[in-house]
């Protein structure tokens, strides 16, 4: 199991929802083989049975082409905004004439081909159809259920929480995800005795599916203390000559009392899902507000499992806060404890050891020493050394 698959924790693995797959599209085709085994079965005729079956498809797609055109009637007045002022760009993203068009020639030539004789009966039933297929687009009932909705966004990237991992990947953690071994190498040099774990030195990023994001980590759980700041790193960013990253080192205590150290903050786009929640403007419910901070876990830990740069400097710590928050008020130290004795247990990557290279050299008293006297030097394979 990759390294990335293992930050679910015992709580977030239920909370978290997988992408979706292709198990709708394998359920079409199995009702599709059992309605065409059902018909077989019925022994009907097979000219009317074929003249029906085209009939309704030729159904579906004068539905298409009616729907086409009430969407064409609003887009010509956009043009110029929409459509860079092309009516054909406008025709064709409100007609999908690759394949509707085609399918309704077809079908009409086929109805015609089978109607043997009774070819006065072919504008009545496609005069029927269109009537049909209106009162279904004036009634609203062609519109996609919620689950479509989600899994074409979803599958587009076109969600609010896409946006904001995206954003927050490339204009913060991809800046200061690189540098994070660097600065807790030097606070540790500079601190011998506070950060002994070097499996839990990495970026400890919370994201609370509530969205409810505390400034004050001391003030969410008692069991969390601040530490001190590790060092600041300024760059030119945005028209800002001199911006400051800098990160919090926090001690958070166990059941025995014994402190962990690790850097702790939270993900801080989650506060737009809340706000955008609150604002009537947004028009974002609570439900909505869950689905996209579980969407933006799942987005944030794909796009950074393929950056190459940030691999093993983060930890995402997904939680859901309990219904009664008074009765469990060290629920958050808990939580953060089972990650950082999680990390300890855990067998590192290749490409994780291959970023300790890059550390300092110099090693704290408290860190392992082998001390090597000069005959116990390991020799060459040759040890005549020609």
Same mark, same amino acid.
């Given at each position: 199991?990759?390294?990335?698959? +293992?930050? *679910?924790?015992?709580?977030?693995? $239920?909370?978290?929802?997988?992408?979706?797959?292709?198990?709708?599209?394998?359920?079409?085709?199995?009702?599709?083989?059992?309605?065409? %085994?059902?018909?077989? !079965?019925?022994?009907?005729?097979?000219?009317?049975?074929?003249?029906?079956?085209?009939?309704?498809?030729?159904?579906?797609?004068?539905?298409?082409?009616?729907?086409?055109?009430?969407?064409?009637?609003?887009?010509?007045?956009?043009?110029?905004?929409?459509? +860079?002022?092309?009516?054909?760009?406008?025709?064709?993203?409100?007609?999908?004439?690759?394949?509707?068009?085609?399918?309704?020639?077809? @079908?009409?030539?086929?109805?015609?081909?089978?109607?043997?004789?009774?070819?006065?009966? !072919?504008?009545?039933?496609?005069?029927?159809?269109?009537? @049909?297929?209106?009162?279904?687009? %004036?009634?609203?009932?062609?519109?996609?259920?919620?689950?479509?909705? &989600?899994?074409?966004?979803?599958?587009?990237?076109?969600?609010?929480?896409?946006?904001?991992?995206?954003?927050?990947?490339?204009?913060?953690?991809?800046?200061?995800?690189?540098?994070?071994? +660097?600065?807790?190498?030097?606070?540790? &040099? %500079?601190?011998?005795?506070? *950060?002994?774990?070097?499996?839990?030195?990495?970026?400890?990023?919370?994201?609370?599916?509530?969205?409810?994001?505390?400034?004050?980590?001391?003030?969410?759980? &008692?069991?969390?203390?601040?530490?001190?700041?590790?060092?600041?790193?300024?760059?030119?960013?945005?028209? #800002?000559?001199?911006?400051?990253?800098?990160?919090?080192?926090?001690?958070?205590?166990?059941?025995?009392?014994?402190?962990?150290? @690790?850097?702790?903050?939270?993900? #801080?786009?989650?506060?737009?899902?809340?706000?955008?929640? +609150?604002?009537?403007?947004?028009?974002?419910?609570?439900? /909505?507000?869950?689905?996209?901070?579980?969407?933006?876990?799942?987005?944030?830990?794909?796009?950074?499992?393929?950056?190459?740069?940030?691999?093993? $400097?983060?930890?995402?710590?997904?939680?859901?806060?309990?219904?009664?928050? /008074?009765?469990?008020?060290?629920?958050?130290?808990?939580?953060?404890?089972?990650?950082?004795?999680?990390?300890?247990?855990?067998?590192?990557?290749?490409?994780?050891?291959?970023?300790?290279?890059? *550390?300092?050299?110099? *090693?704290?008293?408290?860190?392992?020493?082998?001390?090597?006297?000069?005959?116990?030097?390991? !020799?060459?394979?040759?040890?005549? @050394?020609?």
């Amino acid at each position: 199991m990759s390294q990335a698959r +293992q930050q *679910l924790s015992h709580s977030s693995a $239920t909370l978290i929802p997988e992408a979706r797959g292709r198990r709708a599209q394998v359920a079409v085709f199995l009702l599709l083989a059992l309605s065409s %085994a059902a018909l077989y !079965l019925a022994g009907q005729p097979l000219v009317p049975t074929a003249r029906s079956l085209t009939l309704h498809i030729a159904a579906l797609q004068i539905g298409a082409l009616l729907r086409g055109i009430c969407y064409l009637a609003e887009e010509i007045f956009h043009l110029q905004s929409r459509h +860079q002022g092309s009516f054909w760009r406008a025709l064709g993203a409100c007609f999908p004439w690759h394949w509707h068009g085609p399918t309704l020639f077809v @079908c009409a030539l086929a109805y015609v081909a089978l109607l043997d004789g009774e070819r006065q009966l !072919l504008s009545l039933h496609l005069g029927l159809a269109s009537l @049909c297929q209106l009162l279904n687009l %004036a009634l609203g009932l062609h519109r996609p259920s919620a689950v479509e909705v &989600s899994e074409l966004a979803e599958r587009s990237r076109q969600n609010v929480a896409h946006g904001l991992a995206w954003s927050y990947y490339v204009g913060y953690l991809k800046i200061v995800l690189p540098r994070i071994r +660097q600065s807790l190498a030097q606070f540790s &040099s %500079a601190h011998p005795g506070r *950060l002994l774990r070097r499996e839990t030195w990495k970026l400890h990023i919370l994201v609370p599916l509530s969205c409810d994001v505390a400034d004050d980590l001391e003030r969410a759980d &008692s069991d969390i203390q601040y530490v001190a700041d590790l060092g600041e790193t300024t760059l030119a960013r945005g028209g #800002t000559r001199h911006r400051l990253y800098r990160h919090s080192l926090y001690a958070v205590s166990g059941e025995n009392g014994e402190p962990w150290h @690790c850097v702790l903050e939270f993900a #801080t786009p989650l506060q737009s899902l809340y706000a955008m929640s +609150q604002d009537a403007c947004a028009a974002f419910s609570r439900e /909505e507000r869950l689905e996209q901070a579980k969407l933006f876990y799942r987005a944030l830990e794909e796009i950074l499992r393929g950056s190459k740069e940030c691999r093993g $400097t983060y930890r995402l710590i997904a939680y859901q806060e309990p219904a009664a928050a /008074e009765a469990e008020p060290h629920f958050l130290a808990r939580e953060i404890l089972w990650h950082l004795r999680q990390q300890c247990h855990e067998e590192y990557a290749l490409d994780d050891a291959t970023l300790d290279a890059n *550390l300092p050299t110099s *090693l704290s008293t408290t860190e392992l020493d082998l001390q090597l006297s000069q005959e116990e030097l390991p !020799l060459p394979l040759h040890s005549d @050394c020609f």
